[in-house]
């Protein structure tokens, strides 16, 4: 057991499963920390289990003692329910903290919130981080994706310990690096960290991440539906395909485990083990924060909005199982080629995906502008390449579109992209046009092509819609041979008015 030091080098509070394992990430990586759980005897198993690691770990029972413990300015993670709980700790700690001490939010809180406790706390002449924290209780414990927002000063401060626990990935191919072993450290590298911006910037990244993840496992879902309901392939015979995808351009963490999930089988049944899982699927809420902070902005993210609308029908199970008994599809078999057909749901997943990204990278381009944050894409996207659950090789293509053009408007206009499209669209509508012929739901891949098809439309049909609002609202228009910006109206005649009639 190695002989602790006067003081800690870092703090933590709440050892739920993600706070544990990342204080003994910290932990396995030299530092010293602090720990303090309202429950004592978790904290105290916690120590007992882990005597061990080579920065030392000190269990606290006591708040005060467990300030007292650290290193000036003293920082403090914070890893419990996001919201009221958080502002509880926050509001505990508040009158133990000196000047410039540093409280680091590590939970999926919402940016808004991370605004108004920076602020607050930046009154009381202490320092707030907001940091976004990715990839589940392994990325935790051996290796997260970090997005840390706010006091730029303050950050200096954590970031030693920051980049050291962060996965590393390899600066050439971005693939993620591992160590000798579990929890060793990784020599080398890249650290998947890096300042995003002020107050609440990290925590907003963090949700977009969330929401782009809600996109990638629904249409994952939606490849996995074709093959099983269209071609008629066995849950294993998918999990090949999936694994031969990631082998190829859709190598990713999601990709991988769901070729693992599917050849699973049930330990119970001995069928496979996704036919025993009901199909109602749960969320947390920030994919619902992403599409909700989409239609705030005005800014067009049907992929996201889709995905978390399927997790909402997948919930009225009942319904939708007296539903299926009275209405009715199409009937038609499918007759074409498996094989190229199997090519075609890769295309389509390819490219819907980088318009879910598109649209995912609109959002932190308008909220920088909201928010006045100047947001570093290319940077972004490098430390969601390990670590994090969307971690895959396609992040290192956005990375370079970013680095060729860094005020790029969206990716679809990047060349690499743009080229992969053009490619593969064909392959894409197909399977678009299939699955509506067979009636099977495929929200992400339909409203991503329905996107990719309007974005590049120089003239869209809201045109008569405009005249349309001016008929019944007198709510104005603007004309195609005038200054964008001016305004007009035109009196309709009421003879030409349909009467309505109470």
């Known amino acids: 057991m190695p002989k602790l030091k006067p003081k800690s080098d870092i703090g933590l509070i709440g050892l739920a499963v993600m706070g544990q394992n990342l204080a003994l990430n910290i932990a396995d ?29 000190l269990g606290c029972k006591q708040i005060k003692n467990f300030v007292q413990s650290l290193k000036r300015p003293r920082k403090i993670i914070i890893l419990v329910k ?38 607050d706390l930046k009154a009381k002449k202490l320092r707030f981080v907001g940091s976004g924290v990715s990839g589940g209780e392994e990325g935790a414990r051996f290796g997260p994706a970090l997005m840390p927002g706010g006091d730029p000063a303050a ?45 609440g910037a990290g925590h907003y990244v963090k949700m977009i991440h969330n929401g782009i993840e809600y996109g990638d496992m629904q249409m994952i879902c939606e490849a996995y539906d074709l093959m099983q309901n269209v071609l008629g392939l066995t849950a294993p015979e998918i999990g090949k395909v999936f694994a031969r995808w990631n082998k190829g351009q859709l190598d990713s963490f999601l990709i991988e485990i769901t070729a693992d999930i599917l050849q699973q089988s049930d330990p ?72 190229a057909f199997i090519r075609a749901i890769h295309d389509a997943l390819y490219c819907s995906k980088i318009c ?85 739901a495929i929200p992400t891949f339909s409203s991503a092509l329905s996107y990719y098809d309007g974005y590049r439309t120089a003239r869209l049909p809201q045109n008569l819609l405009q005249a349309q609002r001016d008929y019944f609202g007198a709510h104005t228009y603007e004309r195609v041979d005038k200054p964008r910006g001016k305004f007009f109206h035109i009196d309709w005649p009421e003879k030409d008015r349909p009467q309505l009639k109470v």
């Open 29 to 57: 990586h030299g530092f010293q920390i602090s720990v303090y759980n309202r429950t004592t005897e978790t904290m105290d198993s916690f120590v007992a289990e882990n005597p061990n690691t080579p920065g030392g770990v």
């Open 268 to 339: 119970i049944t001995g069928k496979p083990f996704v036919e025993v899982v009901l199909d109602t699927a749960g969320q947390k809420g920030t994919g619902k924060w992403t599409s909700v902070n989409a239609l705030d902005m005005g800014v067009p993210a049907p992929t996201v909005a889709e995905a978390v609308f399927a997790r909402f029908l997948s919930a009225v199970k009942t319904e939708r199982v007296a539903a299926g008994k009275i209405l009715k599809g199409p009937s038609k078999r499918f007759s074409g080629n498996k094989t």
């Open 155 to 199: 950050y200096k401060h954590l970031q030693p310990i920051w980049d050291a626990i962060a996965a590393k990935v390899d600066a050439k191919t971005g693939r993620p690096l591992e160590g000798a072993e579990p929890g060793a450290p990784v020599k080398g590298g890249v650290p998947c960290a890096a300042y995003i911006g002020p107050n």
């Open 356 to 440: 879910s990204y598109a649209q995912g990278f609109q959002l932190m381009r308008e909220a920088q502008n909201e928010y006045n944050w100047e947001l570093n894409f290319g940077q972004i996207a490098q430390i969601w390449r390990g670590g994090c659950i969307i971690r895959a090789v396609f992040l290192q293509k956005i990375t370079d579109a970013f680095k060729r053009k860094p005020k790029l408007a969206n990716l679809l206009l990047d060349p690499y992209f743009n080229k992969t499209i053009q490619k593969a669209q064909s392959n894409w509508r197909k399977v678009v046009s299939t699955a509506t012929e067979q009636g099977v």
């Open 82 to 119: 996001a919201g009221g709980p958080t502002d509880a700790v926050i509001d505990t700690l508040i009158p133990l903290l000196d000047k410039n001490d540093i409280i680091i939010d590590g939970g999926n809180a919402k940016w808004t919130d991370t605004i108004r406790r920076e602020k």
